[in-house]
C-alpha cells in the first residue's frame, strides 16, 4: 500500500487537522502524502543562464557544494483534506 512513502519514515496516511478553506474552517480528517519535487524545466532562467554561462571554452563556471553536513532530510508532506479535497 505504502509505494509512495519511503520504507525508513513511519506516517500515518490520515490525520486529523485543521482545514483552512472556507467550506470546512475546522479540523478535518486529511489524507497525507509525501511531497515531491517536480521535473526541473530546461526554460526556466535560471537554467537557460547557467546554460548559457557554461558554454564553449573555460571549466566549470558556478561553484559545485561538496560540503555536505546532513545526511538525513526532513520529510516535507502534503496534507489532502476528505471533505472539501483543499491541498
Known amino acids: 500500500e505504502s509505494r509512495n512513502f519511503k520504507k ?6 490520515e ?11 475546522k479540523h478535518q480528517m486529511m489524507k497525507v502524502t509525501q511531497y ?8 526556466a ?12 571554452f573555460g571549466g566549470q563556471t558556478k561553484p ?7 545526511t538525513t532530510r526532513k520529510v516535507v508532506l502534503r496534507l489532502e483534506c476528505k471533505k472539501c479535497k483543499t491541498k
Open 64 to 70: 559545485i557544494f561538496h560540503k555536505k553536513a546532513k
Open 8 to 13: 525508513m519514515v513511519n506516517i500515518p496516511k
Open 36 to 43: 515531491k519535487a517536480g521535473k526541473a524545466s530546461n526554460f
Open 15 to 25: 490525520r486529523k487537522t485543521y482545514c483552512r478553506s472556507k467550506k470546512c474552517r
Open 45 to 56: 532562467q535560471g537554467k537557460r543562464r547557467y546554460d548559457s554561462k557554461q558554454m564553449g
